[in-house]
């Protein structure tokens, strides 16, 4: 279930981008690379940056990115309430250090043929 969008954390993103700044952002437990601001992605023409909750009450606030690194599929193709209508999930784990880190949606036959929804509170930023 969708609860909400960031859009303070979006506008600053996209305003690091418009000036040539660089956010990064890492595994919060390794420091392991994962990915980087300019692979955000709006989906289905909502915030990059949003809110959801799954089926037992934990809150994530997720980012969605074309490209992500130094990740691992840790479960099979999962079309069980699914945040985005027409995606089954996957979890990603990183592949460094097996921390949770978010989600893969696949889709070949829908555009974005994939994405990635990273959880924020796993993550954190680096700029440079």
Not at 25 to 50: F, N
Request: hydrophobic letters at 35%; a negative charge.
């Amino acid at each position: 279930m969708l609860l909400d969008l960031l859009p303070t954390e979006s506008t600053q993103h996209l305003k690091e981008r418009k000036q040539g700044g660089s956010i990064r952002w890492l595994c919060k437990d390794c420091h392991t690379p994962i990915a980087d601001h300019r692979h955000l992605i709006s989906v289905d023409g909502a915030s990059p940056y949003r809110v959801f909750q799954n089926p037992v009450g934990i809150l994530f606030t997720i980012l969605t990115l074309t490209q992500c690194q130094s990740v691992s599929d840790c479960s099979p193709e999962i079309w069980e309430n699914t945040w985005f209508p027409g995606y089954p999930w996957v979890i990603l784990n990183c592949s460094v250090c097996n921390t949770h880190l978010g989600w893969r949606y696949p889709n070949p036959e829908k555009t974005p043929s994939e994405f990635f929804g990273l959880v924020r509170d796993h993550l954190m930023e680096a700029k440079g």
